[in-house]
């Protein structure tokens, strides 16, 4: 009969702790109920929000304008608008991120800054001639935070 104390032991156990609760909670109902506050995860959290930076490419060619600030470490969505009548491209080749946009069109591209990366890059329409004719601008790229 050396199972029978443990065994009582434990029903002991579960049993005692189990009483003690039920009467500690008597008067649960004057408490306000401890989720009334909104939890963080309903809030909507900033890293959600992607910043959009917005550049068009406009007769001339040329970008309007030609100069975009972004933050090293934050992913930013690049909107090229194309309001001239032919195609047009973003280009960085040190983030690196390409963006085609026909005439007429709006193109955006998520891109990731690399928190390391800091300073002036140029930007330009690969296509050929543009980049000559005064399409580009600089990307200054800001320490985070
Ligand atoms: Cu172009």
Known sequence: ???ALPVLALIVALAGPACEDEGAR???GQQPPPSATPSPAASASPEAEIREVEV????GPAYSPDSLRVRAGETVRILLRNEDDQD???VVDELPVL???SAGQTVP?????HPDRRGR???YC????HRGQGMEGTLLVSRSG
Do not use: R, S
């Not at 591209?109 to 800054?113: I, Q, R």
């Not at 690969?126 to 001639?129: C, L, M, T, V």
């Open 121 to 123: 890059m140029p930007f």
């Open 56 to 59: 068009a490419a406009i007769p």
């Open 1 to 3: 009969m050396k199972w």
């Open 126 to 129: 690969q296509i050929d001639g």
């Open 88 to 90: 047009h491209t973003f």
């Open 99 to 101: 963006i085609l946009a």
């Open 109 to 113: 591209v998520e891109v990731a800054v």
């Open 26 to 28: 008597g008067g649960f």
